[in-house]
């Protein structure tokens, strides 16, 4: 499913222009959507949802004109949505959680509504809880019982937003691999903090800075942007005001630089490498 | 039109909802005393009951007072809490709209919460049956309910769903039992501003009291004058009727209005 944005923006009754004017084009398979906190990624998320109405621009998906209300209720019909917090009714059971929001998406079929539940709850891995209530489910539990909502239906258009926090390391590389089976049939946008993440499963990946689109492009070349530019420094020389450090330990830091560092060996970059290099750039 | 023909999302909204409302403790912790003060007061023995339809029709005049108020200040909060931790955008991205879900969720909601005030009228009607030795008291119960509790209700829990979605919880509360308080209690004669009591935009279900159960003791059947306070009578009690469904349907749109507005 395509997704076309363009000229998109956003700005809240507060002035703060949450987008402005992204221009992108997603052609399908999954896309990492990446940024600091405040750079406008749930802002986009929300309105690729349908939940939020943009000030300006053209947002279409999957041929459907997002700005019309028979163009979003159209994608409605065909995404799925997990919003960054999430506190699913805490007095009904996942069960009877994924039944209502089945019956909200439209899925009136009793037995297609069972089976999908079923099946969902196993996948989440909350088959044998399905039956306690939210209240009782750990935090973990929680955003699992949400992404199992975000899959019924079978949406074409998948928008995760912060899919793996609360998710304990084994659920997170479970939920992980659940995510790039599905980019392989459908169209999935995960907004992330975990780089890792999307080195992992994302081929294409979109970064936005104070509201605007700063990169868009496949996870190599984010990463190839601090090609040369990526250092390993004994943790004994002093660093120059340009470097940033990415990472440290005892021994050596890791940073990214423009100037080669006295003693600084030269290392192959990652994405993280590229990401904050890109960051630098883009302040 | 057949359970089965209704919409998914309405269908789901009406079950979920109830259910909802169901195992919320705090609409119980407000309800089931009000309710039980409700029985405390509207219950007399058979030797005190001379006009069995009219204890009903007094029993259920409490029971709407008392038990309305508490299920207005509980719901103030129906809407609201949707609206946040994310539920409102989820369920703002499902094909569901505004104008099917609010009015289930209020109705829902509303349904769960008028169980024990009903149970409390239909207990009252008892010792008025057994004074009768007939249904009479028993059939005007649930008649009583519908047209002197269920529209005062409706037109409060709107209201309290609007407010709940414009002010923070607390001060939604707090105003809604201030509307409740000012609509029913306040008599007119003692207080230096206008209220609705005694005429045909009072909640308290006095014209249907008067006009269909006989009771006489409610502001309706007093000497006001004005055109919102005519004679006592089917019309006028159809009116009042009429015009707590307008307020109610007002309400809900509003809320709705709000509640698309704030997507």
New interface residues.
């Given amino acids: 499913m395509e997704i076309e944005i363009g000229g998109l923006t956003k700005v809240f009754k507060s002035d703060v222009r949450a987008l402005d004017g992204i221009d992108l084009l997603v052609p399908g398979g999954m896309v990492g959507l990446l940024g600091a906190n405040g750079a406008g990624k749930s802002t986009l998320m ?1 309105i690729l ?5 943009p000030t300006a621009g053209r947002v279409v998906v999957g041929g459907h004109d997002l700005t019309t209300a028979g163009g979003r ?1 159209a994608v ?2 065909a ?1 799925g ?1 997990l ?7 805490p ?2 059971s996942g069960r ?1 959680f994924l ?10 079929d009793r037995w297609t509504r069972r089976s999908q539940v079923e099946d969902l709850l196993a996948r989440v891995g909350l088959a044998d809880d399905g039956d306690r209530r939210i209240s009782e489910y750990s935090g973990g539990m929680r955003r699992r019982i ?1 992404i199992a ?1 975000s899959l019924l239906g079978d949406p074409r258009l998948l928008l995760v937003d912060e899919p793996a926090s609360g998710l304990d390391p084994e659920e997170r590389m479970r939920f992980r691999s659940l995510l790039t089976d599905l980019g392989r049939e459908r169209t999935v946008v995960s907004s992330t903090h975990i780089l890792d993440d999307v080195a992992w499963s994302c081929p294409q990946v979109a970064v936005l800075a104070a509201g605007r689109l700063v990169f868009h492009g496949a996870v190599g070349d984010l990463t190839a942007v601090a090609r040369g530019r990526t250092y390993e420094v004994p943790a004994d020389m002093p660093l120059g005001a340009e470097a940033t450090v990415v990472s440290t330990s005892p021994e050596k830091y890791r940073v990214v630089t423009t100037e080669a560092p006295p003693r600084g060996r030269l290392v192959p970059p990652t994405l993280e490498d590229g990401y904050i290099m890109l960051m630098r750039s883009a302040r | 039109m057949t359970v089965l023909s209704l919409p998914p999302a309405l269908i789901g909204t009406l079950r979920y909802q109830a259910r909802i409302a169901m195992r919320r403790r705090t609409l119980w912790y407000v309800v089931v005393p009000t309710a039980l003060l409700a029985l405390v007061i509207g219950w007399r023995s058979p030797a005190e009951i001379t006009d069995g339809v009219r204890h009903v029709a007094g029993a259920t005049l409490v029971t709407g007072i008392l038990c309305t108020l508490g299920i207005g200040v509980a719901l103030a909060d129906r809407k609201s809490w949707e609206q946040s931790a994310g539920m409102g955008d989820l369920i703002a991205t499902t094909p569901c709209g505004v104008h099917t879900r609010m009015p289930a969720t209020w109705a829902a909601s509303l349904g769960v919460a008028l169980m024990p005030p009903f149970l409390v009228v239909m207990v009252c009607a008892v010792p008025a049956a057994v004074a009768e030795g007939g249904v009479r008291p028993l059939v005007a119960a649930p008649a009583a309910f519908v047209t002197m509790v269920v529209p005062g209700a409706a037109a409060l829990t709107a209201l309290a769903c609007l407010l709940g979605l414009l002010l923070p919880v607390t001060v939604a509360r707090v105003c809604t039992a201030g509307f409740w308080l000012w609509s029913t209690i306040a008599s007119p004669p003692l207080l230096p501003f206008a209220t609705p009591t005694g005429t045909l935009l009072s909640p308290v279900g006095g014209y249907p009291a008067a006009a269909w159960f006989g009771e006489r003791t409610v502001w309706a059947h007093r000497d006001l004058t004005g055109v919102l306070s005519p004679d006592v009578g089917t019309g006028s009690a159809l009116v009042n009727l009429v015009v707590l469904a307008v307020f109610t349907t007002l309400f809900l749109l509003l809320a709705g209005l709000v509640a698309v507005r704030r997507g």
């Fill in positions: 929300r949802a349908g939940a939020l109405r209720r409605q019909r995404t949505y919003p960054q917090e999430l506190a699913p009714h007095e009904l009877e039944d209502y929001v089945a019956l909200l998406k439209g899925i009136g949400g909502q």
